[in-house]
């Protein structure tokens, strides 16, 4: 099967910190499938999907779009943005267009949209998203769930081949998570892969078609949702599906050891 995104035994560790974020980390994504990428605080999550477009660039090992070795120059990286669709995890981080529609209409413009075709796809990205009443809205007075919205919508507007959804559900109402599933399952259908970050284990579950485990850095699975949960191991490393529930043993927090 034809590949979309892959990345292959990429390595990567932040400025200034002693240890690795990401050490080898491996995996490969087909065309129209449903991924749900699991793991711990600090695993490496948002640090593997911060190279899928060039926002990092790995200190070795290779990221692939489409079968090609990504291209770090000004003009590739233009493309792979457009390829690549990542909502962040933390929507401050990625909106900062003085209103909306501004922000929305900033991808398609740079892809060099005309000002009319821009205006028809800000319009159909933000009633898909339900964001259409905020338009003329400044992007700073948003609520955390509207601005989450408004950034699906911005990563939508330029229609990229895979969307990379990081945490984006966590923030949202009932509705609106049913509303941003529906999303992607229409885009799935069309043939766009779809890949959600998240710690909800009942979308791993119950929605993915591909479960990805990562620990330390590294992808440590990548399997259907059937396979993963029946393995006491990975089971033991995601934790609970009822954190609430009683008679749970302390959990090892790994990132906190050494801290009083
Ligand atoms: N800007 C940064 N500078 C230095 N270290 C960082 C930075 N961002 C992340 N890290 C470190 O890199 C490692 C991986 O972090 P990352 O944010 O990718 O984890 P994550 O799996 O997305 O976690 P979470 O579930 O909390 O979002 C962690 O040890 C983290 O402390
Ligand atoms: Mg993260």
């Known amino acids: 099967m034809l590949s979309v995104l892959e990345w292959d035994d990429v390595h990567y560790t932040f400025p200034g910190a002693s240890m690795p974020a990401l050490g080898g980390a491996s995996l490969c994504l087909v065309y129209g499938q449903r991924v749900v990428l699991l793991g711990r605080n600090g695993a490496g999550?948002?640090?593997?999907?911060?190279?899928?477009?060039?926002?990092?660039?790995?200190?070795?090992g290779t990221v692939r779009v489409a079968g090609k070795p990504l291209d770090y120059?000004?003009?590739?990286?233009?493309?792979?943005?457009?390829?690549?669709?990542l909502v962040f995890q933390n929507p401050d981080d990625q909106?900062?267009?003085?209103?909306?529609?501004?922000?929305?209409?900033?991808?398609?413009?740079?892809?060099?949209?005309?000002?009319?075709?821009?205006?028809?796809?800000?319009?159909r990205v933000?009633?898909?998203c339900g964001v259409s009443d905020l338009l003329d809205?400044?992007?700073?007075?948003?609520?955390?769930g509207q601005k989450t919205r408004v950034a699906l919508?911005?990563?939508?507007?330029?229609?990229?081949?895979?969307?990379?959804?990081d945490e984006t559900t966590a923030g949202l109402d009932p509705w609106m998570q049913?509303?941003?599933?529906?999303?992607?399952?229409?885009?799935?259908?069309?043939?766009?892969?779809?890949?959600?970050?998240?710690?909800d284990l009942n979308v791993a579950r119950h929605w993915a078609d591909l479960v990805v485990v990562m620990e330390a850095g590294r992808v440590v699975t990548a399997d259907t949702p059937a396979q993963v949960f029946a393995d006491p191991t990975l089971?033991?490393?995601?934790?609970?599906?009822?954190?609430?529930g009683k008679d749970r043993t302390r959990p090892t927090f790994r990132y906190e050891a050494g801290q009083s």
């Open 137 to 144: 809205r400044p992007t700073h007075a948003l609520s955390g």
């Open 126 to 128: 933000a009633v898909r």
């Open 153 to 165: 919508a911005g990563v939508l507007a330029m229609e990229p081949q895979v969307i990379l959804a």
């Open 178 to 199: 049913h509303q941003v599933f529906t999303i992607f399952n229409q885009l799935v259908a069309e043939g766009t892969t779809v890949l959600l970050a998240t710690h």
């Open 235 to 244: 089971c033991e490393l995601l934790g609970p599906s009822d954190p609430w």
């Open 73 to 85: 120059s000004q003009r590739g990286l233009r493309i792979v943005r457009h390829q690549v669709g």
């Open 45 to 60: 999550k948002s640090t593997l999907l911060l190279h899928a477009n060039g926002i990092l660039r790995p200190s070795a």
């Open 95 to 123: 909106l900062f267009s003085a209103s909306v529609a501004q922000d929305i209409s900033f991808g398609p413009l740079n892809m060099g949209l005309s000002i009319d075709a821009t205006r028809q796809r800000v319009s």
